[in-house]
């Protein structure tokens, strides 16, 4: 069974599975927000990567944290925005990605990736993967 790390000091965590169980259908819901994380080095997931959404607010342009995630042995994790939870903006995820080439024995070029977008329709489904290898890195936008 595959766990996403919500906080180190949080309670108990749901699978993918689990959480779609728990929203009450089999698949994705509309309105929400993942990412996934592989590297492209070993063709793997990224386990044990550390996420970090925000949204950029007005007046003055500061970015706001509304989560930070922790992603599983698939690379993946829970929804960074939960149905309703989106509303049109722009929003930035930060993946820690230095951290994480250390932790696999690898300096990184790139310190962190940060991938800016903009949510025109709050009751789509968004997914925004990462690629990432210690001196390259790709996103696209995902279904």
């Known amino acids: ?12 965590r749901l699978s993918r599975t689990e959480e779609t169980q728990a929203e009450g259908t ?18 793997l997931p990224a386990a044990g990567l550390i996420i970090r959404l925000a949204q950029l607010q007005e007046p003055g342009l500061q970015w706001t944290e509304l989560a930070q995630r922790w992603t599983d042995e698939d690379g993946r994790c829970l929804p960074l925005l939960a149905r309703g939870q989106a509303k049109a903006g722009t929003y930035k995820l930060h993946f820690e990605t230095a951290a994480y080439w250390q932790g696999q024995g690898h300096t990184s070029f790139y ?10 329709d709050p009751a789509q489904k968004l997914h925004v993967p990462l690629l990432i290898s ?10």
């Open 26 to 43: 089999s698949e994705m819901v509309n309105g929400s927000l993942t990412t996934h994380v592989l590297n492209i080095v070993t063709g």
């Open 1 to 12: 069974m595959a766990f996403c790390m919500v906080s180190p000091a949080a309670g108990p």
């Open 111 to 120: 310190p962190f990736v940060e991938v800016v977008f903009t949510i025109t």
């Open 134 to 143: 210690p001196y390259s890195y790709t996103t696209y936008r995902g279904s």
